[in-house]
């Protein structure tokens, strides 16, 4: 079946789009664990996904990923040099009969998953330059607030083949709060850096599209589905924008990646999917997964949800003496902690703060990371104090 160009104008009536994303036949009966206030978790809601974020309960979900239609506007069959014919996305569920329709479907899939977001959830939504520009100014018409645009580079891509255009060889992620003023929003900083050799992690990441064993195929070995997203995508996402228990809903489910990655992750899932065959590949796929062990998963506490630990409650704690001399790492400057928990520089008083950057002749500077205690000939950063009554803060706690 061959679409109009979306965008382009002509008559409607020629156009034969039999599932596009604002359908005319949606499922709408609730099905079990659907009612408002029951929580349908790890589940696969089979129905279009604005009537079933409808059923869901306001402000129930922590991270959202959508991966919604491209609307690639395919106009023909695409071969190799060869003649072989390529495998291309030319499924009706990807046909908007224009641009104005596509927009109509994305505002009202987004007004929906907003009305489902807690306040201080995230979501991501994936897309080509087909679609993601609209998706993005739509995304800031509505309120949301972009925090990041990714870029997935394909390690992989497929070549152009008629040699018209450069290789297509990225996806844009839009990464977004609902509003500027979400401010407490989980960015699992800490641990990415660390996993990152501790370099903070870029916006810019280079993942193979799936392949070999991930892709998931029928008996006669075709692909289950056209657009399947790796898992190494996923699990980046929701190792970087959840937390062990959290729950993340996906209205674009299809093979069910978020699923199977969210399950091995020790997150929770709404999957809601309007193909009943993608519906039981993702359920047969999503029963394989093994959770990964608690201890390689559980929720660590970052920096930022930390209590806040005053220099002076470091000296009230006995961790750290009055007239006791701080050295910065280089040993260029010196400064002497003070009995109410300020530091000296000579004549200058201040906090960690203040006199380090004083002593460095900078505007700011981290004095936890700056100033360094010695122990028996060895020089730590007095930040290893502040961690060490954080610790017993939270063993007293407990
Ligand atoms: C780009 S694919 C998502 C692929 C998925 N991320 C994966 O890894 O397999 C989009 C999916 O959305 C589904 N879809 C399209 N319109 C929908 C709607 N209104 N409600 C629910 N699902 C829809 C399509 O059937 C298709 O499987």
Redesign the pocket.
Known sequence: MRSQRAGAPGPKAQIKVM?????PA?SATPGPGQAQGALPVNEIIN??????MARLPPECVDLV?A????NLQLESRLSRPDQSRVDG?D?D??KFASFSDYDN?TRA?LIAVRRVMKQDATIFV?GSYHNIFRAGSILQDQGFWILNDIIWRKANPMPNFRGRRFTNAHETLIWATKSAGAKNYRFNYELLKAGNEDCQVRSDWFLPI?TGAER?KDSSGRKV??????EAL?SRILLAASNKDGVVL?????????GAVAKRLGRSFIG????AS?VSA?RARIAGVEPLPREAIAAVADKRSEPRIPFAAIIEAGLIRPGEILTDERKRHAAMVRADGTVSIGAVTGSIHKTGALAQGLPACNGWTFWQFERDGRYAPIDALRSLARASLRQAAE
């Open positions: 599932r596009t994303g604002i359908s949606r129905g279009d996904c604005i009537e079933a990923f991966d919604p239609p491209y996305v499924d569920w990807d479907f899939w994936i799936c998931l589905h056209p657009t399947q997203k790796p996923l996906d209205p674009f489910f299809g093979s069910g990646t978020t809601i999917e309007r193909d993608y993702a």
